[in-house]
């Protein structure tokens, strides 16, 4: 069974609107990053949080935002949303931020359709 | 710059025969990992194998098996007598020292089918 929940599981929206997705992680990981993956893509890295503060960011522009807490859980906030938003994203949590070895723990994701 | 080759998009094998899943990367830093993640159609990214640049020992865990060649830079992922249950889309990723562990980069993905 994961340690990443994320909700929604599912969800639409149309082109202009904003979303927030949930994440869920487990205790200790105090590492989150979101990934988006198209349909039939890789997924794609958009950001990470570590002590509550953003500290990498893909390929993706300002109105892609989050939020980390410090309860282990966070958040991905979507502004303006576009057509080319729809797709799943992905949460993921590792202990630290500074061993490179740790693995990443992906949740199920929450499947977004901008409409 | 880095970048994940998945060349296979879709495999389709009968139960119990062998498949290798290839993987082609390319990095300019010396100190990199590699992965190999398996999802499933329930969405979530399961972790199969982790590598770092300066390990290539093959490894054999029950049924899967890794080829790690630095010199092809290729780390190729076979499933010996697949079952069913290995059905699943199959992604190579690497993270490089540089950009940290949390950025992968993932290819495209094979869909391996397993035929009953």
């Known amino acids: 069974e994961t340690g990443v929940t994320q909700s929604p599981t599912h969800l639409i929206k149309t082109r202009g609107q904003q979303v927030t997705l949930r994440c869920s992680s487990q205790?200790?990981?105090?590492?989150v990053s979101w990934y988006q993956q198209a349909l039939g893509q890789g997924p794609q890295f958009i950001f990470q949080?570590?002590?509550?503060?953003?500290?990498g960011r893909g390929n993706f522009p300002p109105r892609f935002s989050g939020l980390q807490f410090p309860n282990y859980s966070s958040e991905l906030n979507v502004n303006a949303l576009e057509l080319d938003d729809s797709a799943l994203y992905l949460c993921?949590?590792?202990?630290?931020?500074?061993?490179?070895?740790?693995?990443?723990?992906f949740g199920a994701g929450s499947r977004l359709t901008v409409l | 710059a880095q970048k994940v080759t998945q060349a296979q998009t879709e495999i389709s094998v009968v139960e119990k025969e062998d498949v290798t899943l290839d993987c082609v990367y390319e990095?300019?830093?010396?100190?990199?990992?590699l992965f190999w993640y398996k999802q499933p159609p329930s969405g979530e990214l399961v972790f199969l194998i982790r590598?770092?640049?300066?390990?290539?020992q093959n490894e054999i865990s029950g049924r899967y098996s890794w080829n790690f060649q630095k010199s092809t830079s290729s780390f190729n992922f076979t499933i010996t007598a697949s079952q069913v249950v290995d059905s699943a889309v199959y992604f190579c990723?690497?993270?490089?020292?540089?950009?940290?562990?949390?950025?992968?980069?993932f290819g495209t993905g094979t869909r391996l089918t397993v035929i009953p």
């Open positions: 590598r770092n640049s300066f390990d290539e």
């Open positions: 993921a949590s590792r202990p630290t931020a500074t061993s490179g070895a740790n693995v990443l723990t």
């Open positions: 990095t300019r830093d010396t100190t990199y990992y």
């Open positions: 205790s200790g990981h105090n590492t």
């Open positions: 990723a690497l993270s490089e020292a540089k950009t940290g562990a949390n950025n992968l980069f």
């Open positions: 949080y570590y002590r509550e503060e953003e500290n």
